[in-house]
Each structure stands twice: as structure tokens, then as C-alpha cells.
């Protein structure tokens, strides 16, 4: 069983739409999930992250952590032509451990 | 302020030859550092990471290697390449936390992306 699941899609929205980007993970050690945005030919670069379960809102983007169901989820409000980008889910857990690993990506195109 | 240098952006390489990519952090001291590879529609796989000078986790295993011969150097080399070998490798690097901080970002360069014929 791989460590992070996540739908390759790719997933196409019209402009304002709101976007629901979603990973698995099979690891209840892990504490930290964030969230990786990469636009075309570029490496990926932080967008945000939660800490445990619950919520964090960050203008339009929010990510939600389930830790019960180790479910984590991405939701973008008002989408933007902008935001078309490949999404990666990371999960981490700190003490001494230092592998970052990665979803597969999410691309997402929003059409004007 | 830290930065990430890759090289080269691309590399059209033979089956069978050599492969060299490097990459050098500016910046930070003893960082830990990644190679990962990524192919179409298969995300990012993570291939090498170091922690250390000399320090080297194989992730999957493959004809390729991963050398840290200084502390802000990582090296990903091959003797002879696959066909399989294709793909944009992206190097990264990241500091664990300062005590009480709860998070590591993961910084990338801007990645090679190579083509094996």
C-alpha cells in the first residue's frame, strides 16, 4: 500500500467554480499535511499546511484534515484561470524523521 | 536569503551513456537534501535523500546513485542509462524545524528534465 494516495485526475472546472482536491494516506504517524502547488515545467513550491485534524483557511484555499479516516482535502473557492497547476499532498511527521513524500498530483485547468 | 541552483534544465542523453546532474544549496548549513523524479502521471517519487555529508537513503532501487560530497552538494549520477530513466528530476532541499517549530518545507530547484533516446 503506497503511503499517499491521491487522483492524478487531470480536472477541469470553469472559472469560479469551487475545486475539491482530496488524498489518502495510510501513516497515522503522520502530524503535518501540506499542500504543494507546481505550475508547468517548474518544481513545486509550499502552498499550505495544517497541523493534526481540523481546518485552516488561507483566503480562497482551505485544507481540512481528517485524521480519523486519513483523509486530507484541498478545497479552492472562486476558482481562477491562475490556479490551474498540478496540487501535491505531503504528509510529514517530525522527531528525526526527515523523508518528504508526495501524492501523485492533482492537475487542475480552470477555463475563463 | 537561500537558494537552490540545478543543472542542466534539459539533457537529451543516448541509451547507455553516463549521467551527471548536481545540484547546490546557498544559504542554509546541513541541509537535507532530496532527489526525486517525475514522470507523466506518476507524481513525484522520491529516488535519494541525505541528511549528511556522505549520508545516503536509496528510496527505490534503480541504476541510479546519489553522492553528497559536501555539505551543500547533491549529486545524482548513472552509469549507463535507461530508456525508463526519462523524466523531469527535481532536486529539493529542507531544514527541520528550530525547537518548538512544527514544520519542514521542502525547497526545489527547477529541475532537469531529461530524455533518453
Known amino acids: 500500500q503506497k503511503e499517499v494516495e491521491q487522483d492524478p485526475g487531470p480536472l477541469s472546472v470553469p472559472e469560479g467554480a469551487i475545486v475539491s482536491l482530496n488524498c489518502t494516506y495510510s501513516n497515522s504517524a503522520f502530524q503535518y499535511f501540506m499542500w504543494y502547488r507546481q505550475y508547468s515545467r517548474k518544481g513545486p513550491e509550499l502552498l499550505m499546511y495544517t497541523y493534526s485534524s481540523g481546518n485552516k483557511e488561507d483566503g480562497r484555499f482551505t485544507a481540512q484534515v481528517d485524521k480519523s479516516s486519513k483523509y486530507i482535502s484541498l478545497f479552492i473557492r472562486d476558482s481562477q484561470p491562475s490556479d490551474s497547476a498540478t496540487y501535491l499532498c505531503a504528509p510529514y511527521f517530525s522527531g528525526g524523521y526527515n523523508k518528504l513524500i508526495f501524492g501523485a498530483g492533482t492537475r487542475l485547468a480552470v477555463h475563463p | 536569503s537561500q537558494t537552490i541552483h540545478q543543472w542542466p534544465a534539459t539533457l537529451v542523453q543516448p541509451v547507455g551513456s553516463p549521467l551527471s546532474l548536481e545540484c547546490t544549496v546557498e544559504?542554509?548549513?546541513?541541509?537535507?537534501l532530496y532527489w526525486y523524479r517525475q514522470a507523466a502521471g506518476r507524481g513525484l517519487q522520491l529516488l535519494f535523500y541525505?541528511?549528511?555529508?556522505?549520508?545516503i537513503s536509496s528510496e527505490v532501487p534503480q541504476n541510479l546513485s546519489a553522492s553528497r560530497p559536501q555539505d551543500r552538494q547533491f549529486i545524482l549520477s548513472s552509469k549507463k542509462l535507461l530508456l525508463s530513466d526519462s523524466g523531469f528530476y527535481l532536486c529539493?532541499?529542507?531544514?527541520?524545524?528550530?525547537?518548538?517549530?512544527?514544520?519542514?518545507?521542502?525547497?526545489f530547484g527547477q529541475g532537469t528534465r531529461l530524455t533518453v533516446v
Open positions: 529539493a532541499w529542507s531544514v527541520l524545524p528550530a525547537s518548538g517549530g512544527v514544520n519542514t518545507e521542502a525547497f
Open positions: 541525505s541528511v549528511g555529508i556522505g549520508q
Open positions: 544559504g542554509t548549513s546541513n541541509p537535507n
